[in-house]
């Protein structure tokens, strides 16, 4: 296939399909850190399989990058050896934007590091309950769909991790 032909059937796909592959990708992937490289790699992927078989080659395009997500997530994970977690400060600018509720507080640059010190210190699970819920948009329900728990566990974990936030950023910065 052309470069051009492969362009606009990347465009396409890509169009259709990246919001439901990061969410896949977030639910499944056992650090966020990891995401963006897994969510590249799926599309770098994608793209090369329609230089060489072409944009009549993929049929469904959500079943296929899903699947392509899926063996991304597969060659990620068994390539990996026991190593020290990524973390969310090795992310450059990568952490979801805090709740709404909170962003009236969150000012400065400092609180807004403290806000991200907070939130890396969370288990994996609570870093992806934020990322679906507020960079990625989703409802508690389709965020409890999306990581395979109870509505009652995200809205749990959610609103203990803004608790935990506001007594991590101080008297001054509760709401109220």
């Known amino acids: 296939m052309t470069v051009p032909a492969a362009d606009t059937a990347f465009e396409a796909i890509y169009n259709a399909t990246h919001r439901q592959i990061l969410i896949y990708l977030t639910a499944k992937c056992g650090d966020p850190a990891e995401l963006q490289d897994l969510f590249q790699d799926t599309y770098a992927e994608l793209y090369a399989v329609l230089r060489r078989r072409g944009g009549g080659y993929v049929e469904n395009p959500p079943a296929f990058v899903k699947k392509l997500a899926r063996q991304q997530l597969h060659r990620h ?7 020290e977690p990524l973390s969310l400060e090795d992310m450059s600018g990568d952490v979801p934007a805090p709740p709404a509720e909170l962003d009236d507080r969150l ?69 109220g």
């Not at 994970?77 to 190593?83: G, M, P």
């Not at 974990?157 to 007594?167: C, K, N, P, S, V």
């Open 77 to 83: 994970y068994s390539r990996r050896v026991l190593c």
């Open 107 to 175: 000012v400065t640059q400092a609180l807004l590091e403290q806000v991200r010190e907070a939130l890396a210190r969370q288990p994996a699970l609570t870093r992806k309950i934020f990322c679906l819920h507020f960079a990625l948009d989703l409802t508690l329900a389709e965020t409890a769909q999306a990581l395979e728990v109870s509505e009652s566990f995200v809205k749990n974990r959610l609103y203990r991790t803004i608790a935990q936030l506001r007594a991590a950023l101080g008297p001054d910065q509760k709401g």
